[in-house]
């Protein structure tokens, strides 16, 4: 197709991004005690995880690239407030709490640094311990997330897309909630169906394209 071709960089953004998000996932670390975790995988995976939850969210946006309904732009607002909370969650309790481990480790006496592990771990703004009912910057980014996903799914059912890739949109989106994880199952899930509806979407806009 034409229009595939013409627009590849920004496919390669509005798929790649996302889908590239998921595969990082599958190796996120499930820690039932931080100082037993792999710190160079963890750190590793929220390193990357810091550029791609945005590149995710930009994703997601330009799904609904010159729609200018309220939809639409619910949806641009919503996956800034996403962005915005799960970079700043993901970086206290994934980054700065892997950088705690391994000095930890490094002192020789890791036990002792296990409460300035903890408290940044169990806060309940930025924590990410289960132990936390609701860390409020993961519940924000979560929900925005799904507000954002849904609202791009009526924007562009409003267009003319049909209705199998926007439901995928719009479910795919509460994985992480149902989950409560970005790590396995939640994130995979959540970001490899974003992922797949986006690209069902662009073929569908490419193929209409086409035909004009």
Not at 81 to 103: E, H, K, Q, R
Not at 160 to 189: E, M, R
């Amino acid at each position: 197709m034409k229009a595939l071709g013409h627009r590849f960089p920004q496919i390669l953004l509005v798929v790649g991004a996302p889908l590239l998000l998921a595969v990082v996932e599958l190796f996120h670390p499930h820690p039932d005690d931080l100082l037993g975790v792999d710190a160079r995988t963890w750190l590793v995976v929220h390193y990357a995880q810091i550029p791609l939850f945005p590149l995710s969210a930009i994703a997601m946006a330009l799904l609904v690239r010159g729609r200018e309904d309220i939809p639409a732009t619910l949806c641009r607002v919503a996956l800034f407030v996403f962005a915005a909370s799960y970079v700043a969650f993901d970086t206290a309790s994934g980054v700065v709490t892997g950088i705690l481990v391994n000095a930890a480790h490094a002192s020789g006496s890791p036990d002792a640094w296990r409460a300035a592990i903890d408290a940044v771990w169990t806060h309940p703004v930025v924590g990410g311990s289960p132990l936390v009912p609701a860390p409020f910057l993961a519940v924000l980014g979560s929900i925005a997330l799904s507000v954002g996903a849904v609202a791009a799914a009526v924007s562009l059912k409003r267009a003319g897309s049909s209705l199998t890739p926007v439901i995928v949109l719009a479910a795919s989106s509460f994985g992480i909630a149902v989950f409560k994880t970005h790590a396995w199952p939640g994130g995979p899930l959540t970001f490899g169906g974003l992922a797949a509806a986006a690209a069902w979407l662009e073929w569908e806009r490419a193929r209409k394209e086409d035909r004009q």
